[in-house]
């Protein structure tokens, strides 16, 4: 499964290199449906792609991301404070007696201000970092698209929910974020052939056990470690990923714009580092038979799937 991904988060990539078209419209309603749910997750990169609006919709985002990222920042500096008395108060007991309420009150408060200072610190700077294009499941990213035979740039949910199931779906299958080629006429059968879409990124992470990825067996008594790992074409060429997407309507609830990236048997060094997915990335030429595909013509892009990119993907152990 590719667990998240560097992706190219502005939306401008789409339309220099594609000619695609952003729906500015979505993007609107994205970022106010954040200030009434601020857990919703959008990657700092993309809210960079509107630093410097020259539309008036453009110009709505904007002050809606300075308004959200003001309202973060009173919290985290609300908590820090908070969490500096705890830690007083906790060190003013220890200096007379050692309770165990005492050291837990240090130990949590010590980490809740390290991670309040480091999200204030991510707010407050302007120079983006590559961590700050990195989305995982539930998270957002600016997906390509075709509508009436135009490239459209629409934000999406990476975490597909299909238009025929409930909410509740998000819940029963968490890992709906990818779609295996084996299941696309089966699971996926009302979005293959009919809804897809392409993504761009420039690397992929995945979990992998670390006997696995030096090769080995577990030795005797050794508990199995995870780690995570960083692929990256050797080339250093964005990959534009085949994806699935769906719209989701239910009363009373706002619209979901949601996909999930389609995932194939590895080639050889993503086997030996020890993960058993890919995603596909497909070539340049076959854009927009993707994005506008004939259900009744599957096969065509079965073959476009076959015919895909294929780098060579070198790895590392992923800060």
Same mark, same amino acid.
């Given at each position: 499964?590719?667990?998240? +991904?560097?992706?190219?988060?502005?939306?401008?990539k789409?339309?220099?290199?594609?000619?695609?078209?952003?729906?500015? $419209?979505? @993007?609107?309603?994205?970022?106010?449906?954040?200030?009434?749910? *601020?857990?919703?997750r959008?990657?700092?990169?993309?809210?960079?792609? @509107?630093?410097?609006?020259?539309?008036?919709?453009?110009?709505?985002? +904007?002050?809606?991301? +300075?308004?959200? $990222?003001?309202?973060?920042?009173?919290?985290?500096e609300?908590?820090?404070f908070?969490?500096k008395k705890?830690?007083?108060?906790?060190?003013?007991?220890l200096?007379t007696k050692?309770?165990?309420?005492?050291?837990?009150?240090?130990? !949590?408060?010590?980490?809740?201000?390290?991670?309040?200072?480091?999200?204030?610190?991510?707010?407050?700077?302007?120079? &983006? /970092?590559?961590?700050?294009? =990195?989305?995982?499941p539930?998270?957002?990213? *600016?997906?390509?698209?075709?509508?009436?035979g135009? =490239?459209?740039?629409?934000?999406?949910?990476?975490?597909?929910?299909?238009?025929?199931?409930?909410?509740? @779906?998000?819940?029963?299958?968490p890992?709906?974020?990818?779609?295996?080629?084996?299941?696309? /006429?089966?699971?996926?059968?009302?979005?293959?052939?009919?809804t897809?879409?392409?993504?761009?990124?420039?690397? @992929?992470? /995945?979990?992998?056990?670390r006997?696995?990825?030096?090769?080995?067996?577990? +030795?005797?008594?050794?508990?199995?470690?995870n780690?995570?790992?960083e692929?990256?074409?050797?080339?250093?060429? *964005?990959?534009?990923?085949?994806?699935?997407?769906?719209?989701?309507?239910?009363a009373?609830?706002?619209d979901?714009?949601?996909f999930?990236?389609?995932?194939?048997?590895? *080639?050889?060094?993503?086997?030996?580092?020890?993960?058993?997915? !890919?995603?596909?990335?497909?070539?340049?030429e076959h !854009?927009?038979?993707? &994005?506008?595909?004939?259900?009744?013509d &599957?096969?065509?892009?079965?073959?476009?799937?076959?015919?895909?990119?294929?780098?060579?993907?070198?790895?590392?152990?992923?800060?």
């Amino acid at each position: 499964m590719c667990y998240s +991904a560097q992706i190219q988060a502005d939306y401008a990539k789409y339309v220099r290199e594609f000619g695609a078209d952003i729906d500015i $419209d979505e @993007f609107v309603r994205l970022y106010w449906d954040r200030e009434g749910q *601020p857990k919703l997750r959008i990657p700092k990169a993309m809210d960079a792609s @509107f630093s410097a609006p020259e539309t008036e919709q453009a110009r709505r985002i +904007a002050a809606m991301i +300075a308004r959200f $990222d003001g309202e973060q920042t009173t919290r985290f500096e609300q908590d820090v404070f908070k969490q500096k008395k705890r830690l007083a108060d906790a060190e003013r007991v220890l200096q007379t007696k050692t309770t165990k309420k005492a050291l837990e009150d240090q130990r !949590v408060s010590k980490n809740k201000i390290e991670y309040a200072l480091g999200k204030l610190n991510d707010l407050r700077r302007t120079r &983006l /970092e590559p961590r700050d294009s =990195r989305i995982f499941p539930s998270w957002y990213a *600016p997906v390509m698209i075709s509508e009436q035979g135009r =490239r459209m740039v629409r934000p999406m949910r990476y975490q597909c929910r299909p238009a025929h199931v409930s909410a509740q @779906f998000d819940i029963d299958r968490p890992n709906a974020y990818n779609a295996r080629r084996d299941s696309l /006429e089966g699971f996926w059968k009302r979005q293959f052939g009919y809804t897809h879409g392409i993504l761009m990124i420039d690397a @992929f992470y /995945e979990n992998v056990s670390r006997h696995a990825m030096e090769g080995r067996e577990l +030795a005797p008594g050794e508990t199995e470690e995870n780690v995570i790992l960083e692929f990256r074409p050797r080339s250093g060429q *964005p990959m534009l990923v085949a994806c699935l997407w769906s719209r989701w309507q239910g009363a009373g609830q706002p619209d979901l714009l949601s996909f999930a990236a389609i995932t194939d048997d590895p *080639p050889p060094e993503i086997a030996a580092a020890g993960h058993d997915r !890919v995603i596909i990335p497909i070539k340049p030429e076959h !854009v927009d038979a993707w &994005l506008n595909p004939d259900p009744g013509d &599957l096969k065509t892009q079965y073959a476009i799937l076959d015919d895909r990119e294929r780098p060579y993907y070198e790895h590392r152990m992923a800060a």
